[in-house]
């Protein structure tokens, strides 16, 4: 199973980008499906998931109200909507399959990761 997550790039403070990510098999519109970052320096850390339907979503609290995830099953693909960027969203952003149909914020409950893609926000 081969994840490419696509749409990072440097944006200003204030703007907005949509990330993407594909997954090679349809097995994936059966799992939950998550993005998470990593900032230099920092542990890796839970952004957003949806589960396989897309009606259950999770968001870390500081993203909360400016990042949406969502899914498109038949495209087997799975966006993270992001606005209102700030600085500290700089990251190398990650898109990943969970082990099972539930949205979750664990890490240790993905089987699958892509390679990431590389968000610049400038202030």
Known sequence: VQ??????????AGGSLRLSCTVSRRTSSNNGMGWFRQAPGKEREFVAAVNW????????????????????????TVYLQMTSLKPEDTAVYY???G??????RYAGRY???????????SS
Do not use: H
Request: one cysteine or more; glycine letters at 14%; proline letters at 0%.
């Open 3 to 12: 994840l490419q997550a696509s749409g990072g790039g440097l944006v200003q």
């Open 53 to 76: 339907r897309g009606g259950d979503t999770y968001y870390t609290d500081s993203v909360k109200g400016r990042f949406t995830i969502s899914r498109d099953n038949a495209k087997n």
């Open 95 to 97: 898109c990943a399959v």
């Open 99 to 104: 082990s099972s149909s539930a949205a979750t």
């Open 111 to 121: 089987q699958y990761w892509g390679q990431g893609t590389l968000v610049t926000v």
